[in-house]
């Protein structure tokens, strides 16, 4: 690992990228393939009303996606998670509980998939024209679903278990043989748009059975009838720390849904029909995702670099590494931008022929929709580059703004006023608005990287008095902003003779991971509600559950060796199941609240209100993301005690009564 981190702040960054970048291009154009495959050889063998049928089926298979995503990448993150904490048991718990549940799904998306599928395609915009081809392959795709699901579940897993090399082998396996599969079945057998979902299903089959395989082959766990039965609380954390990939997916079904119905709507109304629209829309998107999965690819492959380099205050290798992903990026959007605005008729000439106003709606479609595609190369990588770094809020702010804050309101609205053609001006109106924002970002980050050379801190441990306790004893104290809590803290360990460990966990932490200790210090238990979405591209441990791994073994290791006063850090819960630990929550009034922000932290007294609610905020966040408990429940510590009731020299003065008489027991 150390060697890994020396390469990241000593190799060349072109070199870095290159190393990093690529496995996340092919692994991310496998799935675009996956789904574009079918489109080509039914426009080919069947024409654009089968394409279209395909496209109204697809965002069912999108909420699938979800849902398998979310167990996946929950379990995945989990797994890391717990052996990071050395819970190889509790690991596997997780892991045994994602895979049955992800079987339970499965299996009831199967059976009301097949029993309301007709209701489903007219939620996502399908014509009487589209219906036949619709239900045909709906209804085969529809068996196959615990395929994909139980398969996508697993990969995400089995990437976690440090195998992504048999992950990524068995997706390309399983397109490859829907390459193959797909012309044998739609020309040779002339089975149509029902030849395609065949081919789908066979090769998710493939693709489910190898991962099934790997099950008995865990490097870091091992699976047994125990760990496949269900526990609530364990299962409930696994799905929370998925949910930003469930809301990402499903946030594409809704576009996808507002869009199909829109195109249905208004083209009716126009010379195109219904059909048309929505079946060039769908291959367009389809095609631009080609070109995002390849962004996507070198920025999310560069997350490391970024992250690595910023936090050691490597400034000059942030920018060197941002502005080469930036310029690639933009090299490869204005290439597809050229392609679109020049030869739009050869691109959806490669899923099959239509009449004149299918090619006139799409040369429209990839002109007008797809008109500002360049800026896919600032946009994209910005939310992935401040993910990254730390800037969780920015990051989930330029994820879900082009499709949720600007590109359906806009379809909407447009579609009202200019019909058919006001919805493909929504593409690029979108695009402007998430561009803008993204340089906005993209500025004001700039500015702080050049004044980033912040002063280093120098963390001196205070002088320990000898100890008083016989026994070893742990004190943990959990606080609310402005209480007194650190302070406290500080006054057991002087009167006790033990050491204080806060400020000191920043130091140790930031020679495990790289990461700066101003970083740290700004980021460590603090998670705002925007940091559930902070995967939207690209998902794995982020920089917040990296700092809480080497949080949590910290603690142990100093809970282990001697008495201390350990502070924040859910100690508390890290430390649960160890003897002789006493855990203290602090809180205080409001008013006495106010005075000492306003004294200590030099806030006024407005600010100061506002500083406690957001701080007291993101605490309860953080501590409610790794714990699954309420952050102020009575019922996690021994003892809560307002230190305004007693002042923090008589707080101290009591915990340490109570550390004394624990001592006798």
């Not at 496949?228 to 930003?244: A, E, H, Q």
């Amino acid at each position: 690992m150390e060697k890994e981190e020396n390469i990241l702040g000593t190799e060349k960054i072109g070199k870095l990228i290159r190393k990093f970048s690529i496995p996340c291009i092919i692994s991310l154009l496998v799935n675009s393939l996956y789904n574009i495959v079918d489109q080509i050889f039914i426009g080919q063998g069947v024409g654009y009303l089968g394409n279209g049928a395909t496209n109204v089926v697809f965002p069912l298979t999108m909420i699938c996606l979800a849902f398998s995503l979310m167990i996946g990448d929950g379990a995945s993150s989990y797994l890391s998670l717990k052996l990071g904490e050395k819970k190889k048991s509790e690991a596997a718990k997780g892991v045994g509980n994602a895979i049955t549940i992800s079987i339970i799904i499965a299996i009831i998306f199967c059976a009301v998939t097949l029993v309301f599928l007709p209701q489903l395609l007219n939620l996502f915009g399908c014509t009487d024209a589209l219906r036949n081809y619709a239900l045909n392959y709906g209804r085969i795709i529809a068996l196959g679903l615990p395929f994909m699901m139980i398969g996508t579940t697993l990969n995400s897993i089995i990437r976690a278990d440090g195998s992504p090399k048999y992950s990524m082998t068995t997706m390309v396996l399983g397109a490859i043989l829907n390459t193959i599969l797909d012309p044998i079945l739609i020309f040779k057998f002339n089975m149509g748009v029902e030849g395609a979902a065949i081919a789908t299903v066979f090769s998710q089959f493939i693709t489910f059975i190898f991962n099934i395989v790997y099950i008995k082959y865990f490097k870091s766990i091992k699976l047994d009838k125990q760990t496949l039965k269900i526990k609530f609380s364990t299962l409930k954390k696994v799905l929370m720390l998925g949910i930003s990939s469930f809301i990402t997916q499903m946030s594409f079904v809704f576009v996808m849904a507002t869009e199909n119905n829109l195109l249905g709507k208004y083209g009716m109304e126009s010379k195109f029909g219904s059909e048309i629209p929505i079946t060039v829309l769908g291959i367009v998107m389809k095609i631009s995702q080609i070109l995002n999965s390849i962004i996507i690819g070198i920025a999310a492959g560069s997350q490391p670099i970024f992250g690595y380099n910023y936090g050691a205050k490597k400034f000059d290798r942030v920018k060197q590494a941002i502005k080469i992903v930036l310029g690639i990026s933009v090299g490869i959007s204005t290439f597809a931008f050229i392609l679109f605005q020049t030869i739009p008729d050869k691109l959806i000439s490669i899923f099959g022929q239509g009449d004149q106003n299918y090619m006139e709606f799409a040369c429209l479609a990839f002109r007008i929709y797809l008109l500002l595609t360049i800026f896919n190369g600032i946009q994209i990588p910005s939310g992935i580059f401040f993910q990254a770094i730390g800037k969780s809020s920015r990051s989930a702010i330029l994820s879900i703004s082009r499709q949720i804050a600007f590109l359906i309101p806009a379809m909407i609205i447009f579609g009202n006023i200019w019909g058919i053609m006001g919805v493909l001006y929504a593409g690029p109106f979108a695009d402007c608005l998430a561009f803008i924002l993204a340089i906005i970002f993209l500025i004001v980050e700039k500015r702080n990287l050049k004044q980033g050379e912040s002063k280093s801190q120098t963390i001196q441990e205070d002088a320990i008095k000898p100890n008083n306790l016989d026994k070893q004893v742990i004190i943990t104290i959990s606080r609310q902003y402005g209480s007194g809590g650190r302070y406290v803290g500080k006054l057991i360990a002087d009167k006790l003779g033990i050491k204080l460990y806060d400020k000191q966990f920043i130091e140790k932490v930031a020679k495990k991971t790289g990461l700066s200790e101003e970083y740290i210090e700004n980021n460590e238990q603090k998670r705002s509600v925007l940091e559930s979405l902070n995967n939207g591209y690209y998902s794995g441990l982020n920089n917040s559950d990296e700092l809480f791994i080497r949080e949590s073994e910290l603690i142990k290791e100093v809970a282990q060796k001697e008495s201390c006063v350990i502070i924040g850090r859910c100690a508390n819960f890290i430390l649960k199941d160890k003897e002789n630990v006493i855990k203290v929550f602090i809180y205080g009034n409001l008013e006495d609240k106010v005075k000492r922000a306003t004294k200590f932290y030099d806030l006024d007294e407005q600010k100061a209100k506002k500083e406690i609610k957001r701080i007291d905020k993101l605490r309860a966040n953080h501590y409610k993301y790794y714990t699954q408990e309420k952050w102020d429940d009575s019922s996690n510590y021994d003892i809560c005690i307002n230190s305004d009731a007693f002042g923090v020299e008589k707080t101290a003065d009591l915990i340490c009564e109570m550390v004394k008489e624990k001592e006798l027991v």
